[in-house]
């Protein structure tokens, strides 16, 4: 008996290929590039991530979202804590790859910026007014898909540089044991005041927080309320100042052999 043959219309055929390419993308193994060497994996920064948000972060106690960017800017992992894409604000996928941009893009090997160290100087006549308006974002990087990929391995925004200028807690500059400074961690989801300590956290049960030196108290990249770097109590000033005394030591580079 002879095969008979299909004809798929126009429109099925296009379906089908649509559907074929986003199935195809979903499932593509992810390319990490070579810059981020060094830099944790989607699984790694997951797990530090899940930790650091189950921890009493003085917030809303909400879902997270977090990023790592090499020293180019380059995205190299996204994730997210929930169990599913919309456990977490959608919209805080960008801003902790914002985050983790801003952190890096002002840190030096030998001084550490924390995104909320930047909150004061940028206000109307602080020395580093308009620098949000800087290096803006990206929004066909940020936006593009599929959706179903955001904050898997495969997330589209690996390997990308999205830019962007956040000025409020949740960023932080990531430092080896070495003293090298890698890349960043951004982290979005809850109030800023709760996003800078799971980031801190986060950065802490990595092991990449052998900060130099910074701005904030104790010489370091920590949040500040009060000095000439501070950015504004979020919920419950008490509680966050209790956070910030609650958090892990940054660790100090060892000694040149």
């Known amino acids: 008996m002879p095969a008979r043959r299909i004809k798929l219309s126009i429109p099925v055929a296009v379906t089908t290929m649509v559907l074929f390419t986003s199935l ?4 593509a193994k992810p390319v990490v590039p070579t810059e981020c060497a060094g830099l944790p994996t989607h699984a790694q920064l997951r797990d530090a991530l899940v930790a650091a948000r189950n921890t009493d972060n003085a917030g809303f106690n909400l879902e997270m979202w977090g990023t790592v960017v090499a020293r180019s800017g380059t995205v ?13 604000w959608p919209g805080s996928r960008a801003i902790s790859a914002q985050k983790a941009y801003t952190a890096n893009a002002f840190s030096l090997p030998s001084l550490a ?3 909320a160290n930047l909150y004061s100087a940028v206000q109307p006549g602080g020395s580093l007014f308009g620098l949000q308006e800087s290096n803006p974002v990206n929004p066909a990087v940020a936006l593009q898909g599929p959706v179903a990929a955001w904050g898997q391995a495969n997330d589209p925004l690996v390997g990308q540089r999205m830019g962007g200028i956040n000025v409020f807690g949740g960023g932080l500059a990531m430092y080896s044991e070495q003293g090298a400074l890698l890349g ?7 109030s800023s005041c ?3 300590a799971i980031a801190w956290r986060t950065r802490n049960h990595l092991k990449l927080d052998y900060v130099p030196s910074g701005v904030g108290p104790g010489g370091v990249d920590q949040i500040d309320y009060q000095g000439d770097w501070k950015q504004p109590h979020c919920i419950k000033a008490e509680l966050e100042d209790a956070v910030v005394r609650t958090l ?10």
């Open 24 to 27: 195809t993308a979903h499932a």
């Open 76 to 88: 190299c992992a996204v994730a997210f804590t929930g169990k599913g894409l919309g456990d977490q």
């Open 113 to 115: 910026l924390a995104t």
């Open 184 to 190: 960043a961690v951004g982290v979005s989801g809850d």
């Open 194 to 196: 709760a996003d800078h």
């Open 248 to 257: 892990p030591a940054t660790r100090v580079k060892q000694a040149a052999r």
